[in-house]
Nanobody, 122 residues
Framework: QVQLIESGGGLVQAGGSLRLSCAAS????????ICWFRQAPGKERELVAA????????YYADSVKGRFTMSRDNAKNTVYLQMNSLKPEDTAVYYC???????????????WGKGTLVTVSS
């Protein structure tokens, strides 16, 4: 079992920054694919960023490329999402999830956190 706890969400003005953290416990997640998803009200959950277990390559959704950076600290068993130049359309609940597979789709995730709310005001 892996427990994931997200933190760092909050209210920020457009153009501002936030850093989300996802602390894992139960098992080390260094060998997992790790993803950040988000879900805005009335919308489907979408993948924001990921670090694949195979090779450690990163993926970013086009909507966040150049603004968001995902990183991991294996010593702390923690993953981060640095979000800069935030826009109102980034408003969503952000979830951390991990998978034993290399696929980065919601159905492939084995464990999910409960999410942290990010609200970007215009």
């Amino acid at each position: 079992q892996v427990q994931l706890i997200e933190s760092g969400g909050g209210l920020v003005q457009a153009g501002g920054s936030l850093r989300l953290s996802c602390a894992a416990s139960g098992r080390t997640v260094s060998g997992y694919t790790i993803c950040w998803f988000r879900q805005a009200p009335g919308k489907e959950r979408e993948l924001v960023a990921a670090i694949r277990r195979s090779g450690g390559s990163t993926y970013y959704a086009d909507s966040v490329k150049g603004r968001f950076t995902m990183s991991r600290d294996n010593a702390k068993n923690t993953v981060y999402l640095q979000m800069n130049s935030l826009k109102p359309e980034d408003t969503a609940v952000y979830y951390c999830a991990v998978s034993r597979q290399a696929m980065i789709v919601p159905n492939a995730m084995d464990y999910w956190g409960k999410g942290t709310l990010v609200t970007v005001s215009s």
